[in-house]
């Protein structure tokens, strides 16, 4: 039996070795993907991003419990965009020494940063469609950050929850209007600190302000992921949000735009690979460098006398 | 007199006004490059990065006062790459008071996030581009941040300062290690406060361990900015690196190899622009996306299918 068919049939090594085979860029990655493809579509996934210490890895441990207590099947991908050199020590080298590690119905995955980041969202979403054919009906990608590399891993989220904390500083919450306007859901976690209730305060009056849909006002909630505190009312709020989203269609809205951009971003990657691919072997790319540093042609004329050779 | 003309006869309003064609992707911005293009070359490039509140503006202000001092024209291009939604509120919206703005030799510019971040790096390359072919001697590329983006940004610099600064806890140290690697010098500001022996011990401790190539080993410069310590044995430091850049060749390489991944982009950008006009107007993308989102076919089966179709 091929991998995809034990993956399917609910192989958890076959489950692993699929997404080790995504990450690593293996031969065999894209006939997986291939395979994988129609059966994917099935899960709801939840993003849950924030900046560091916020506690995001502990409260999504709690609400992935939760909807195990429901019968709910669970994937994690936690990913940690923020350090391209390290590999990914933040979240990567953690073990998650909890008892969701010995549930069967849990399937947690690290994925490193050694590769572009750029292919890390990419291979994330590749991730959450394994775990999606294989079965899960919830996939959390939980992602460290606040930064562009951030929002594009969690485009492949259905839901996604913001998770900040008191008492970061002026210059963290400066930060945070960039991700205001990813957030369907914020939670307030570690709200027992100090500055909880000025931290709602001014988020609330961010999000009035901000609001350009009114659809759908994204909640704050209030946690301390640690104690249990508040997991089961954001439960409750993730859960309205999912229904909000199929209720008005917005759901379905979401998914083609995903695969819209997914699409796009493929064949981005496969065009670009087959000319670089070209240029490089025939040693024009060497040519033309040369031409560039002694002022003799700018880029914009190479491109135009590329372009016109390749395409069609 | 053209605007490429008047912005090498040293108009400050030409090179404000190429830098904006720039930015918003008006309709001249590719005409400007082109012809700009070959009076690029002469400036050095100095990246400072690190994380936000490490008082990189006041640092990047008091080395641009004494390279003034020793003669030398300034650039200053200031990015915020981490607030993709706010339009750069960190940096941006900050108006630079003091009297580097007043001095005719000096050139500040910010640069607000809109589009994105792909397209950030590379503006903030032609900015720099720009502000070397109106003969400024030292051009300063200032960004916030510790992630994947930000590299990319300083990846325009021939030198790099990675500013760090004591006491920012455990989360954010861990970050750093993300950026040791792309530090040629090392800068720990605030070096007044508490654990700044400590950072630097620590830091003196990892450059130990990672580094490869052992010609030129980062030097950790102590500073407090505010207060202008140490600021002129920082540019006895960077002065340093420029020398050992020319002595080794190593500038060379670093030039050639920015020219070849900047000429690159500039091709996947026109062809991934083509390439996604023809099938968007042709009305192919959005028959694909309905036929993957019925699971009629896998993306990848898409792609081989649309290569054979646009290339040669």
Known sequence: MDIVAELLAGSRLALSR???????????ATAIMQKLYPHTGRAHVIGITGPPGAGKSTLTDKLAKIYRRQ?????????????P??????????????????????FIRSMGTRGSLGGLSRKTADAVKIMDAAG???????TVGVGQSEVDIVKAADTTVVVLVPGLGDDIQAIKAGILEIGDVFAINKADREGAERLKAE???????????????????????????????????????????????ELARRRTARTRSELIAL??????????????????????????????????????????????
Request: charged share 25%; aromatic share 4%.
């Open 267 to 312: 064949i981005e990657e496969h065009i670009n690979r087959h000319v670089l691919k070209q240029i490089s072997s025939s040693g024009q790319l060497d040519e033309m460098v040369a031409s560039l540093e002694k002022r003799q042609e700018d880029p914009y004329a190479i491109v135009t006398r590329l372009l016109a050779a390749f395409l069609r």
């Open 136 to 142: 899960k009906d919830i996939i959390f990608i939980e």
């Open 71 to 83: 019968g709910k099947t669970i994937g994690i991908v936690a990913v940690d965009p923020t350090s």
């Open 85 to 106: 050199f390290s590999g990914g020590a933040i979240l990567g080298d953690r073990i998650r020494m909890n008892e969701l590690t010995l549930d069967e119905g849990v």
């Open 18 to 28: 699929a997404i080790t085979a995504v990450e690593n860029e293996y031969e065999n």
């Open 203 to 249: 988020l609330d009056m961010m999000l009035d302000l901000d609001q350009v849909k009114a659809e759908w006002r994204p909640p704050i909630n209030q946690t301390v992921a640690s104690q249990g505190t508040g997991i089961e009312e954001l439960i409750a709020t993730i859960d309205g949000h999912i229904d909000y989203l199929a209720a008005s269609g």
